[in-house]
């Protein structure tokens, strides 16, 4: 007797195929961007909270800043951002300010620069009391040079781990002395803290 034949599901299973896959590229799109959080009060009791939130890296580009006229748009990067002040102060308006000083790169402000010879830091402060739970915010830029090179035309992603931020509060021209406490990626303590930015060389 002749074998049945097969039917048609049967078919279609012993004519199926396997489809080999390769493994996904690792990702080359930007840089994420990373925010880190610093809370202070200060001897006199005034309490203020800073936010920074800088990416993604890219090239410097001379339209973004005009102010700073010693970058090189093939070897440098720009890091564009934003820093934002709210006086948490309950029941009492705040002139307190910020400093952020950058080490192993530079930052800029729309109006500021600093170049050879010059702190590397900017100062931000609102221009008369703030009240309670209100905030002003600015852009900011940190630039890395020579981040980028014939070896490494996607950047040099191994600088950011030596670049930082320090960022200490002001109370009437002088630097608050009070307690900090920092939140976000790769942030140390002290009298205002290190904020290295490192995570913005992951992708």
């Not at 609102?126 to 996607?154: F, M, R």
Request: charged share 10%; proline share 11%.
């Amino acid at each position: 007797m002749a074998p049945p034949e097969p039917t048609t599901q049967q078919t279609t299973q012993t004519q199926a195929t396997t489809v080999a896959t390769t493994p996904a590229a690792a990702p080359t799109g930007p840089s994420p961007e990373t925010t880190w959080t610093i809370h202070a009060t200060n001897p006199g009791g005034y309490a203020d909270r800073a936010t920074i939130t800088l990416g993604p890296v890219q090239h410097f580009s001379a339209t973004d800043l005009p102010q700073c006229q010693q970058g090189d748009p093939q070897t440098d990067a720009e890091i564009p951002g934003t820093l934002t002040l709210t006086n948490e102060t309950r029941g009492f308006s705040d002139q307190s300010g910020i400093q952020i000083m950058a080490i192993g790169a530079l930052i800029a402000d729309p109006n500021n620069c600093p170049g050879n010879g010059q702190l590397p830091a900017i100062v931000f402060s609102a221009d008369g009391p703030l009240p309670y739970g209100q905030s002003i915010t600015e852009k900011i830029w940190v630039i890395v040079t020579l981040y980028y090179d014939p070896n490494h035309p996607n950047g040099t992603p191994s600088m950011l781990k030596t670049a930082e931020l320090q960022p200490k509060f002001v109370d009437n021209g002088a630097i608050s002395t009070g307690p900090v406490q920092l939140s976000g990626p790769d942030a140390y303590g002290g009298l205002g803290g290190d904020l290295f930015l490192t995570s913005l060389g992951r992708r």
